[in-house]
């Protein structure tokens, strides 16, 4: 990885903060969540970063409240997740150590609707009286 | 928007999903610098969180800081300000004004006495009330009068918080802070020129979120935004650790991205969370623009010996001002040092006040 002077300080203990994020994750199952605004990148560091973590089998896309982007990385279980608001602004975006984001889970609050949405649509289809 | 609705709610109704909703939540901890595991937590609170009323106050101020949140695309701006947290006054922001907006400020009081979110941006003028009034009244008395049942204040903004800019010497207006006035309301600082816009939001979604004060320092600013200082978290601190500083604006150094001490930065004593939070939806931020700081969020940073004066240099320095780093031996030094003291000594003497007609370019 080429680095510049300020790169090599901002970005050597983060890599060293995923990997070791990573380790407990395989180990122990532990999950681990990196707020990448709070992080004091100067030019071109947040760039090297993405590069340095690649794209790997997974990229989702969500919309609620604007969009949100859930890729994985080249490195299974390193997770980007960027958050974008209705104007298409950046709000958030962090590292995600963990083998599925929360937000691609469906919510156990919607579940319930989800079965009485079904059911409704079942019965505009017609004849299911037993839904 | 009803009194008893909460955001949780809010949000609901305007059909936001639950996924939806953490994405808010992510967006706001994030905001408020709180680590991602207080995600849930926010969430939490925001679910039963009760709309507080906001009555905003502007004396003497430039605007700057109104037009500095509201060019923030922080992801609760609109809503969480205007939707949800409800502003009840803001005379520079509401389309009434004179009389019907002094009503809308006293119905708002009365209504919330004792639980109102009160904020105020500007300094307030002590030498002469009639300095700055707002449809009749002066700042003092509208300060005292609307702050009496406020639950809290936040002072907005440099001035408000310091006396900032109208207070720089010699004064004239004899302007001081909010907490050179009230004394026994709990005031939350929020310093800047203007302050970071994410930095208002995200003191503003602690409150609303948590209901309660944030950690603070010494000078009344939250830790969270104001607990470390700009050069620690620099990210030419490199440079400055191997002695490496940009000497002009436009030398190698300054291409380079060298640190910017020997220009005047202020960093190494500046508390705010520019490094971090930066500017323009994250794009960039002073010393990243090349620029050393200012050290605007500190108390009378006007007056602080000099935008581009290195901080450990005194201010009478016969080198620094002529720059430094030009003392090639120590007899050219001091020869040069003892010339440019002259000159200074001269100017000093013989300068004249500046004319409006030389600012316009008339003269
Ligand atoms: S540019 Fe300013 S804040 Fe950054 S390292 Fe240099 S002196 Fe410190």
């Given amino acids: 990885m080429n680095t510049t002077d300020h790169a090599a300080v901002t970005l050597r203990p983060l890599l060293h903060e995923i990997h070791h994020a990573l380790q407990r994750l395989a180990q122990v199952g532990e999950e681990h969540t990196i707020d990448l605004e709070a992080l004091p990148f100067g030019p071109g560091d947040e760039a090297l970063l993405l590069e340095f973590l690649g794209s790997g089998e997974v990229a989702a896309q969500l919309h609620a409240l604007g969009e949100s982007r859930v890729l994985e990385s080249r490195f299974p279980g390193v997770w980007l997740v960027t958050h974008f608001s209705e104007e298409g602004v950046r709000l958030a975006q962090q590292l995600e150590i963990t083998r599925t984001p929360a937000l691609l889970r469906t919510p156990q609050e919607e579940l319930g609707v989800a079965v009485e949405q079904f059911a409704q649509a079942l019965r505009e289809q017609g004849g299911a009286d037993d839904v | 928007m009803s009194a008893h609705i909460t955001l949780g709610e809010a949000l609901r109704r305007r059909g936001v999903s639950r996924r939806g909703f953490l994405k808010f939540c992510t967006a706001t901890a994030s905001m408020m610098a709180l680590p991602p595991t207080m995600v849930g937590a926010v969430a939490e609170a925001l679910e039963s969180a009760p709309r507080p009323s906001v009555i905003w106050l502007s004396f003497q101020e430039c605007t700057g800081c109104t037009e500095s949140l509201t060019r923030s695309h922080a992801p609760t701006v609109e809503g969480l300000i205007f939707d949800h947290i409800s502003l009840d006054y803001h005379h520079t922001l509401q389309a009434a004004s004179g009389d019907a907006a002094e009503e809308a400020r006293e119905e708002a009081m009365h209504a919330h006495w004792g639980n109102y979110l009160l904020v105020v941006d500007g300094s307030i003028p002590l030498a002469n009330p009639g300095y700055s009034t707002i449809a009749g009244m002066s700042n003092l008395d509208m300060l005292k009068e609307s702050a009496e049942g406020a639950a809290a204040i936040i002072a907005v903004g440099s001035c408000a918080a310091f006396g900032g800019l109208p207070k720089a010497k010699p004064n004239p207006t004899g302007a001081v802070s909010v907490a050179d006035i009230i004394k026994d309301k709990p005031i939350i600082n929020v310093p800047g020129c203007p302050p970071v816009p994410s930095v208002m939001t995200g003191v503003l979604a602690h409150y609303l979120t948590f209901g309660t004060i944030p950690e603070l320092d010494v000078y009344g600013r939250p830790k969270v935004f104001f607990g470390q200082?700009?050069?620690?978290?620099?990210?030419?601190?490199?440079?400055?650790?191997?002695?490496?500083?940009?000497?002009?604006?436009?030398?190698?150094?300054?291409?380079?991205?060298?640190?910017?001490?020997?220009?005047?930065?202020?960093?190494?004593?500046?508390?705010?969370?520019?490094?971090?939070?930066?500017?323009?939806?994250?794009?960039?931020?002073?010393?990243?623009?090349?620029?050393?700081?200012?050290?605007?969020?500190?108390?009378?940073?006007?007056?602080?010996?000099?935008?581009?004066?290195?901080?450990?240099?005194?201010?009478?320095?016969p080198a620094a001002a002529i720059g430094i780093g030009v003392v090639a031996g120590a007899a050219i030094g001091i020869a040069s040092g003892a010339m440019a003291h002259r000159k200074k000594v001269e100017a000093t003497h013989h300068r004249e006040p500046l004319k409006v007609e030389q600012l316009e370019g008339k003269a």
């Fill in chain 2, 229 to 317: 200082n700009i050069h620690d978290r620099c990210y030419r601190r490199t440079f400055y650790d191997r002695g490496l500083f940009a000497k002009t604006f436009d030398d190698e150094g300054a291409r380079k991205g060298w640190c910017l001490y020997r220009l005047g930065c202020k960093g190494p004593t500046t508390y705010n969370a520019c490094a971090t939070m930066k500017w323009n939806q994250g794009a960039s931020w002073p010393i990243e623009a090349g620029h050393g700081c200012l050290g605007c969020s500190e108390p009378d940073f006007w007056d602080a010996g000099g935008f581009y004066r290195a901080l450990s240099i005194p201010i009478n320095d």
